[in-house]
């Protein structure tokens, strides 16, 4: 797991940004992750460190979706540098009991 002091850019661009704390059951990214993405901002935040880098990236919720329950992702920014795009997916694992693959289509 990544911490946040490790990457001081990234909490300047986040400190920047009012992001409302969200209640207690609301959804947030789970702390462990790939070795290229980066959870902050109390897991309100994800951000990819190498925007170079295809892979490693994968993140989690920090639990289970609801019945339904509506999940939405914003993308702040993004690069067109490159031609990499998002993969969205649903899964039946915990992110506690698995090995942290570098690409979901992995699973």
Same mark, same amino acid.
């Not at 001081?8 to 059951?25: G, M």
């Not at 892979?55 to 031609?83: H, M, Q, S, W, Y």
């Given at each position: 797991?990544?911490?946040?002091?490790?990457? @001081?850019?990234? #909490?300047?661009?986040? %400190?920047?940004? /009012?992001?409302?704390?969200? =209640?207690?059951?609301?959804?947030?990214? /789970?702390?462990?992750?790939?070795?290229? $993405? &980066?959870?902050? *901002? *109390?897991? =309100?935040? &994800?951000?990819? !460190? =190498? !925007?170079?880098?295809? *892979?490693?990236?994968? $993140?989690?919720? #920090?639990?289970? &979706?609801?019945?339904?329950?509506?999940?939405?992702?914003?993308? %702040?920014?993004?690069? %067109?540098?490159?031609? %990499?795009?998002?993969?969205?997916?649903?899964?039946? /694992?915990? @992110?506690?009991? !698995?090995?942290?693959?570098? /690409?979901? #289509?992995?699973?």
């Amino acid at each position: 797991m990544r911490k946040e002091e490790e990457f @001081p850019f990234v #909490n300047k661009l986040i %400190d920047s940004q /009012h992001v409302p704390e969200p =209640k207690a059951d609301f959804l947030r990214f /789970h702390q462990r992750c790939g070795t290229n $993405a &980066l959870v902050s *901002n *109390n897991g =309100k935040s &994800l951000q990819k !460190i =190498k !925007i170079d880098k295809w *892979n490693d990236g994968v $993140a989690f919720t #920090n639990r289970p &979706l609801k019945d339904d329950e509506i999940f939405e992702v914003t993308v %702040d920014t993004r690069d %067109d540098e490159t031609k %990499d795009a998002i993969g969205i997916g649903v899964m039946t /694992h915990s @992110p506690d009991t !698995i090995a942290i693959p570098s /690409h979901m #289509n992995n699973m």
